[in-house]
């Protein structure tokens, strides 16, 4: 047995776990977080995908072990309370899903994506989330909800209507009177 110690949405953990286990059993069997699903376990389908240290990883091809000292968020800990994450509302609204399997891994995937680039097209989208499979949908549902949450986070951004925002000092380039 190993011993680890991370932080998983907000909250310290210490364990002892075969060196072998893979970090989304960890998550599931260990802490009971569920929302992350088991897709292939090949790492092809991006279901399990979740953030280490704020960078997208498929949970099935990262050991337990590999996550020791870092910190994890999974789909379960990306609302605040009773307020749900923009991507999660986007996906409700937009419809962008239909089993719900895959939704998870997209929306931690898509997070990525808008951290790198907070104004995609419909086709940086598709690209950006070429490793997460969904077999229900057309992903035109899925591309929407991450259009309509990225305009979200942009509007969250924007200084309100008459606020006063910084600007820096002006300076005046015209040479100083001789005198």
């Known amino acids: 047995m ?5 932080t998983v949405d907000g909250t310290a953990y210490e364990d002892e776990v ?9 998550l599931r069997d260990h802490l ?11 790492s092809n389908c991006g279901a399990c995908t979740v953030e ?3 960078d997208s990883v498929k949970s099935c091809s990262v050991l337990a072990v590999q996550a020791d000292g870092c910190e994890v ?17 986007a996906f409700h609204q937009q419809h962008a899903l239909q089993c719900g399997y895959c939704t998870p891994g ?11 680039n907070p104004d995609p097209t419909p086709e940086e989208i598709r690209l950006g989330l070429e490793g997460n499979l969904c077999r229900c949908t057309g992903y035109q549902n899925i591309v929407r909800a991450v259009l309509a949450a990225a305009a979200e986070e942009r509007r ?4 309100a209507p008459g606020a006063v925002t910084e600007t820096a000092p002006v300076t005046s380039t015209a040479p100083a009177a001789a005198g």
Do not use: F, N
């Not at 009773?82 to 509302?89: F, G, K, M, R, V």
């Open 156 to 159: 969250r951004r924007a200084p």
């Open 52 to 54: 280490l240290d704020g």
């Open 106 to 116: 997209m929306i931690m995937a898509a997070r990525d994506l808008l951290k790198e």
């Open 18 to 26: 075969e060196p072998r286990l893979l970090l989304v059993h960890y």
């Open 73 to 89: 968020t999974t789909i379960q800990g990306l609302a605040s309370g009773a307020e749900w994450d923009p991507l999660q509302t």
């Open 32 to 42: 009971g977080l569920t929302g992350t699903p088991v897709g292939c376990d090949t």
């Open 2 to 6: 190993t011993h680890i110690s991370l």
